[in-house]
């Protein structure tokens, strides 16, 4: 099993920036692509962004230019650095991984962390 652990949400104004991570831990060998996700009450969980195990990444339309993800695979470590951040980037956020290669199936969570941007 892999244990995922988010840290460094909080409250920022918009144009802040802030710096999530996640620590992998547990059964970590051949854990793959890694990902954030975020949701906001009575709305369905939304990807955000993702890192492969060679460090290719994708983003969502709405984040790209503002929030670059990044990983260390001697840490075991996963980060999404959030500049520029806007109201509607407010939302509960959450790590994932997997070792699968199923395309939007996401094996391991961590429990979220809570960023807010105000106007």
């Known amino acids: 099993q892999v244990q995922l652990v988010e840290s460094g949400g909080g409250l920022v104004q918009a144009g802040g920036s802030l710096r999530l991570s996640c620590v992998a831990s547990g059964r970590t060998e051949g854990l793959g692509t890694m990902g954030w996700f975020r949701q906001n009450p009575g709305k369905e969980r939304e990807f955000v962004a993702e890192i492969t195990d060679d460090g290719s990444t994708y983003y969502i339309n709405a984040v790209r230019g503002r929030f670059i993800i990044s990983r260390d695979n001697s840490k075991n470590t996963l980060t999404l650095q959030m500049n520029s951040l806007k109201p509607e980037d407010t939302a509960v956020y959450y790590c994932?991984?997997?070792?699968?290669?199923?395309?939007?199936?996401?094996?391991?969570w961590g429990q979220g962390t809570q960023v807010s941007v105000s106007s």
């Open positions: 994932a991984g997997k070792r699968t290669l199923i395309p939007g199936y996401w094996e391991y």
